[in-house]
Structures are given as structure tokens and as C-alpha cells.
């Protein structure tokens, strides 16, 4: 049995993160990954994952946000790779909808760089977009986008050059806590350390014990097409956009870049509810659907032959907002879960606040509103 200070279960975009940032500190850490490290069967994959400051989901989340900007850079300075793209960000609906409101609500509180705009403003500055008369947008400066495969890449390596011992394919099958540590048990061993960190992501409410909140895992699907004038979607000439649906959740997608061929598009929004483990990846009625559903609206230029359709998942929790905390039971048991299809961005800044809890037992990161009690 191997003795470490501190475990992380799960090391997609959280716990890579967490675990760069524990090894960077000389803390002596395991982290086990039950599939590839990095792997395209949960929530850290699919080429390119939104990043924007302005966010309509609630204000609060803004400090962390420049937090995560900052270790971005770093991050990127450190592993020598392009990993951040700043393009710009469009998010139109109506006027009295929650994107636009929020965003620009956001947006003035922290003044942050935006211009509110017109329809007509919007197909003068961003003649991609055809939107109606009666929507307005709000455009952020400073919005683009991660490249997530590569993001959990660079943290996995630079931990592991700091001194982190990181396993790919070895599965928890148990786990204990009590007043003199933990023990996580595998597929291959069992480990003993003062700490423990779970970053499951859909698997977080199959591995925890006593989390009392429900965590609904779906299957969403992410697409890319070929436009019919694709010059007009190219990176530097195309922003990261959002548009909300009637029924409150958004279409969004992201400029053409060598990743992936085409132009990628996806929903956000309440999808089928599924099992981590026995996802339905093929492609089902309606996916490709739901992917173009902003193509004749909105975008007509982009229309053209689908080249790709993949399968992520979103861990839900209640609220919607994230669940950083310690266990309810186990004092030297952290969670990080419950990203609710909007975490990606805030990976740099969580992997800094969970290696503060599990180091000091608290931050001094602005995260009490991410905490259970408010579920109490």
C-alpha cells in the first residue's frame, strides 16, 4: 500500500488541474484516471470549449473568471503551447431574456469591455449573423475559447514533471475516510494519503458517499458542418456566439480553426438524462437537428453537409452552478462536481482552489457560493 499526501479521482479538465497545482507545491500527489489521460468519454473533449467574463449565469462567478484568465496564461507560458484563443463573443436573444440581461448585467458590474447592439448593428459589424429586428446583443471583448484536450494535456504533464504520479485505466472501487486519513481502492491496488479529492465529473454520484444532492448526468451532442461560404467563418474573422432559445437554453458555436475540420455548432441545454456507462454514442434521431437548429435562423451562410456528430456528457447539478466543497461527512474529503455544462473555462482557477482546500482547508478564492450549504 502507497502512502501520498493527497489523491485525486479523476483527471479530466478538474483534476488535472487540481493535480498541477497540488505537484507544483510539493505536495505529494496520486491521481487515478479511470480511462485515457485525456480521454473523449465524459465532459473534457470535443476541440474547443467556450471561455467569456460576461457571464449571464450569475455575477459572482466574474473573480473567478480573471483568476482563470491569469492561470491561462500561465499555463500557457509553462507548457509552450497555444491553448487560448481570445475572438470575441456575440450573445443576442431578446432584450428581456436572460442571456442578454445577464451578460449585460454582469458586464456593468464588473466593467467589463462589452458593446450592446442592435440587429442591425450586429449584421453591420458580424454579417454571418442574420438575426430579427427585435433582438439586441450584447458583444464582450474578451470571450473566446480553450482547447480542452490539449488543456488537460498540459496540466497532466507539467504535474507530472513536478513530481505527480498520475495512472491511467485503474478504476476506484472503494473508498474510506476517517479521522487518520483515507484509502481509495482500485482495480490494481489500494492507496493510503491525508486528503482526497474527487473530480468524477459524470461518475461523481456513482463513486461519492452522503452527497445528498442529486446529480443529473446527460448526453449532449456536439457538431460540426462544412459552410457554404466558409471564408466568413474562419478564425479571426468569427466570434464565439451564443443565441438563446424561446425556451431559455442557446445555441452556440465557435469559429472554423485546424483542431477539426468544419464549423462546430452545439446546444446548451437540458438534454437525455443517461447512465456514465452505458452512453448511447451513436448518432440518434434528431441530434444532427438540434445542432443546426440556429443554421436557418440565424446563420444561412453556414448551412452545408454535416462532416461530424460527437457525444459529451453534462453533470447537472439542482441549481445549475457548481459544487466546490468539502464532503458533508468527511473533513478531509473535497468535491468538485456539478458543472452543469459551463465548468471548462473555470478549470485553471478550480484546480487553484482545490489544491487550497485539500493543502489549507480553505481559500481565499471567492468559491463560499459554490459551497452545499445552499442546498440546505
Known sequence: MSDFDVIVVGLGAMGSGAAFHL???????????????????????????????????????????RRAYELWDELERLSGQKLLYLTGGLYAGPEGGGLVAGSLAAA?????????????EVAGR???????????????????????????????????????????????TAWEADGGGVSVTTSRARYRARHLVFCSGPWTGKVLKGLAVPLLVTRQTLGWVWPRRPELFSLGRFPVWAIERPD??????????????GLKLAHHGPSVPTDPDQVNR?????????????????????????????????????????????????ANVTIAAGFSGHGFKFASVIGEALADLATRGGSDLPIAFLGLKRFS
Open 248 to 261: 431559455g437554453s442557446l445555441d452556440y458555436g465557435f469559429p472554423m480553426m485546424g483542431e477539426n475540420p
Open 282 to 330: 451513436n448518432i440518434l434521431a434528431g441530434d444532427e437537428e438540434d445542432v443546426r437548429h440556429a443554421i436557418p435562423l440565424y446563420l444561412p451562410d453556414a448551412d452545408g453537409p454535416l462532416l461530424s456528430l460527437r457525444v459529451c456528457l453534462y453533470t447537472n447539478s439542482p441549481d445549475h452552478h457548481f459544487i466546490l466543497d468539502r464532503h458533508p461527512g468527511h
Open 108 to 120: 456593468r458590474q464588473h466593467g467589463l469591455e462589452h458593446d450592446r447592439l442592435t440587429a442591425a
Open 126 to 172: 458580424f454579417p454571418q449573423f442574420r438575426l430579427p429586428g427585435d433582438f439586441v446583443a450584447v458583444h464582450e471583448h474578451r470571450a473566446g475559447f480553450l482547447l480542452p484536450e490539449k488543456v488537460v494535456a498540459a496540466h497532466a504533464e507539467l504535474a507530472l514533471r513536478a513530481g505527480a504520479e498520475l495512472h491511467g485505466h485503474e478504476t476506484v
Open 23 to 65: 505537484a507544483r507545491r510539493g505536495v505529494r500527489v496520486l491521481g487515478l484516471e479511470q480511462f485515457s489521460i485525456p480521454h473523449a468519454l465524459g465532459s473534457s473533449h470535443g476541440y474547443s470549449r467556450m471561455i467569456r467574463l460576461a457571464y449571464y449565469e450569475h455575477p459572482d462567478y466574474v473573480p473567478l473568471l
